[in-house]
């Protein structure tokens, strides 16, 4: 298999692991492959699944703007009156931009967005205009908004290219690490005039982020395998967003130097490392179909400890605020495992 096959594949498998996003996003399954397709996206969300694609199939992103390019834009908005920019008419093309515009206060700015955009439940009446794969390019030039907000890694490069064409004005969001969420809160509060409420939003996040690097910074390491995807078996490693979560809580990744952030293992792979914790995430906390059952290997600590955990993809695999209360929760259960192997004692439910 050639190079550029690899990548086209990586791509696929990527779109169909599922949030959020982009939903996620990391992303349950439907009748057809197509729907099943779409539907694991949800779970993986706007986090992983594009960021991958994307930077396969569009190397260097060559059909968005220069760096300066957005600056200018972005501070000739800025530049505006509180009230104009409360009034903006926006276009978001991830759903993690949406929740956050919406807890920056400026949910009701939003005319249009992307599929699985689904958080908070006002975000389900937005108009929808694409998907992670192709946008209405003609239906958002009819809307006329005032800024489309795209997803720097996550959005077709073509596509954004188009809205430059028709001198549609876009700014992006490009949050790569866990405290980064509270500079785009920040930034969302400043683009819609709303710094009141996303000044405290974006402290009270990076407090949040803090205590659980100082709650966990010298745990002991327990070995634990993420299972991003089941078929083919996927992980993460790198500086994939649910590896730095797993880093945070102390959590040791057998595969985190793989050659890239989300690679594809064998069964056997995992089977040796002989994992404490597996981090299984499922769509809306529900059970997925295709999911591995490692409770079958006994073998394994993890398995026979009962030590499988399931987070909510829809908020793990998103780069929002929300997304740290289930990593805390996280957190707890791989700290339960590692007072368990301590001790060599169960502890009770």
């Given at each position: 298999m050639t190079a550029t096959k690899q990548n086209k594949l990586v791509w696929l498998l990527m779109c169909v692991v599922a949030l959020a996003l982009n939903t996620p996003s990391v992303y349950a399954q439907n009748e057809t492959a197509k729907s099943k397709s779409a539907d694991a996206n949800v779970a993986i969300d706007d986090a992983l699944g594009s960021e991958v694609n994307n930077a396969a199939s569009n190397p260097g992103n060559s059909g968005q703007p220069k760096i300066s390019e957005i600056d200018a834009i972005f501070d000739e908005i800025t530049q505006l009156s509180k009230d104009k920019r409360q009034k903006l008419r926006i276009i978001a093309l991830a759903p993690h931009i949406v929740e956050s515009l919406f807890e920056v206060g400026a949910g009701q700015q939003v005319i249009a967005t992307t599929a699985h955009a689904d958080y908070p439940e006002a975000a389900k009446d937005i108009l929808q205009i694409g998907n992670y794969a192709r946008l209405q390019i003609e239906k958002i030039v009819q809307l006329q908004p005032d800024v489309v907000i795209a997803w720097k890694t996550g959005n077709p490069g073509d596509d954004l290219a188009r809205l430059k064409q028709y001198k549609i004005k876009v700014i992006y969001s490009n949050p790569t690490t866990l405290s980064q969420v509270g500079?785009?809160?920040?930034?969302?509060?400043?683009?819609?005039?709303?710094?009141?409420?996303?000044?405290?939003?974006?402290?009270?996040?990076?407090?949040?982020?803090?205590?659980?690097?100082?709650?966990?910074?010298?745990?002991?390491?327990?070995?634990?395998?993420?299972e991003l995807w089941s078929r083919p078996l996927r992980t993460v490693a790198n500086n994939a967003w649910p590896q730095q979560q797993l880093a945070l809580c102390g959590a040791k990744n057998p595969f985190a130097n793989a050659s890239d952030d989300y690679p594809s293992i064998g069964l056997e792979q995992v089977l040796v490392t002989l994992p404490q914790v597996i981090i299984q995430p499922?769509?809306?906390?529900?059970?997925?179909?295709?999911?591995?059952?490692?409770?079958?290997?006994?073998?394994?600590?993890?398995a026979e400890n009962g030590f499988i955990f399931h987070p909510n993809a829809?908020?793990?695999?998103?780069?929002?605020?929300?997304?740290?209360?289930?990593?805390?929760?996280?957190?707890?259960?791989?700290?339960?495992?590692?007072q368990f192997y301590q001790t060599d004692t169960p502890l009770p439910h």
């Open positions: 500079d785009e809160l920040l930034m969302l509060g400043q683009l819609t005039g709303r710094e009141d409420v996303a000044e405290p939003a974006a402290s009270q996040y990076r407090e949040q982020l803090d205590m659980l690097k100082a709650r966990y910074a010298t745990k002991a390491p327990m070995r634990t395998f993420y499922t769509q809306h906390a529900s059970d997925t179909p295709d999911a591995l059952n490692w409770a079958q290997w006994q073998h394994i600590p993890a829809d908020k793990v695999h998103r780069m929002t605020s929300r997304m740290l209360d289930e990593v805390a929760l996280m957190c707890e259960q791989i700290d339960k495992a590692r």
